[in-house]
């Protein structure tokens, strides 16, 4: 998979070198291109945003530079191939998810533009969208100062469902999300510690009795903390001895 990134602060990208990312970098799985858009500037302050339309607090980010820049870093897609996904991090943006994640892991090539002050020109958005999938996404309910630090939790994300990066596939198929509901706890040796003592069943040995019970901690937990989850799951994902819970 190749990743773009445009933004004015290419250092905030570096931790995207680092462990597992930085392992699936030097194996070839991934390619990693952060680009700074002031590249693209031609004024000799390299402004990159300016007052809004209509007044108001803050700067947006002016449509000529961010323009010039996706026009280059996409660069002529060759007819018969499908152009990348442009990905726009900005609190407006429809909520990230696993399931978003998954979607993105199997496209071969994703460009990120990350705003910065009160975003992008709204034009910049809707002119990709004439000649690629847009997608403005939300990583959480609250305010960042820019996009870089989503397109970090985006890209990790999206990199470890690829195919070679984790040591353990498994993992990412036992995932909280994957069956609609939060993981459960989970524990090591030793057997107790501080005097708490590891749930019985998981040293029994019995694989089924393991499983129900996995399985009735993940539904607690879901019900305690995100029950919009619950609620969402459809009537076939729960079996009767979740409903008995
Ligand atoms: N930029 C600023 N806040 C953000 C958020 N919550 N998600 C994605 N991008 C952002």
Do not use: K
Request: glycine letters at 10%; aromatic letters at 6%.
């Amino acid at each position: 998979m190749r990743i773009d990134v445009v933004t004015i602060f290419p250092g905030y990208l570096a931790p995207l070198r680092e462990a597992l990312l930085g392992r699936a970098i030097d194996a070839g799985l991934i390619s990693v291109a952060v680009h700074d858009l002031r590249t693209w500037t031609h004024d000799v302050h390299q402004a990159v945003d300016d007052a809004p339309y209509g007044g108001g607090p803050g700067m947006v980010m002016r449509p000529q530079v961010w323009g010039e820049a996706l026009d280059a870093v996409v660069g002529d897609v060759p007819s018969g191939e499908a152009p990348p996904r442009l990905i726009v991090p900005t609190p407006a943006g429809r909520p990230f998810t696993q399931a978003m994640a998954h979607e993105y892991a199997a496209e071969s090539r994703l460009v990120f533009a990350c705003g910065r002050y009160e975003g992008i020109d709204q034009r910049v958005i809707d002119d990709a969208a004439t000649w690629m999938p847009v997608d403005e996404v939300s990583i959480g309910d609250y305010v960042l100062v820019g996009g870089e630090v989503a397109v970090l939790a985006i890209v990790e994300a999206v990199a470890r469902l690829l195919p070679g990066v984790l040591g353990n596939p498994a993992s990412a198929e036992q995932d909280s999300f994957s069956d609609g509901l939060l993981e459960g706890p989970a524990y090591t040796r030793p057997e107790t510690w501080r005097g708490r003592a590891v749930p019985d069943v998981l040293r029994s040995g019995n694989h089924g009795a393991i499983a129900r019970w996995r399985r009735d901690r993940a539904l607690e937990r879901t019900a305690a903390r995100r029950p919009d989850l619950l609620a969402a799951l459809p009537p076939t994902a729960l079996d009767r001895a979740d409903r008995a819970l």
